[in-house]
């Protein structure tokens, strides 16, 4: 089993930053592929960014390349996203999510382990 908090959410005007953190623990192998989704009220969940721990491979969203950014801890596995430059419509509930196997990619339905959420609100 994977447990997965996430922390750093909150209210910026347009072009601020934020960083987010998702603290991660349970079995290592279960946690190779570890990403940020979003969700929009009204909208689906979309990927955002993923990191493969070992292969450390990252993959982007376009919406969000050359602002994001997301890295690891190699120790303790914990997952961050940087975010610049933030818009009105990167507001969203964030999640983190972790998923075992060599795939790393976008797609929210292929991951098992996911935390509860922390809200990113951006206003004009």
């Known amino acids: 089993q994977v447990q997965l908090v996430e922390s750093g959410g909150g209210s910026v005007q347009a072009g601020g930053s934020l960083r987010l953190s998702c603290a991660t623990s349970g079995y290592t192998d279960r946690r190779d592929c570890t990403g940020w989704f979003r969700q929009a009220p009204g909208k689906e969940r979309e990927g955002v960014a993923v990191i493969h721990a070992g292969r450390k491979t990252k993959l982007y969203a376009d919406s969000v390349k050359g602002r994001f950014t997301i890295s690891q801890e190699n120790a303790n596995l914990t997952v961050y996203l940087e975010m610049n430059s933030l818009k009105p419509e990167d507001t969203a509930m964030y999640y983190c999510?972790?998923?075992?196997?060599?795939?790393?990619?976008?797609?929210?339905?292929?991951?098992?382990?996911w935390g509860q959420g922390t809200q990113v609100t951006v206003s004009s």
């Open positions: 999510a972790a998923r075992a196997g060599t795939w790393c990619g976008l797609a929210s339905v292929w991951f098992d382990s």
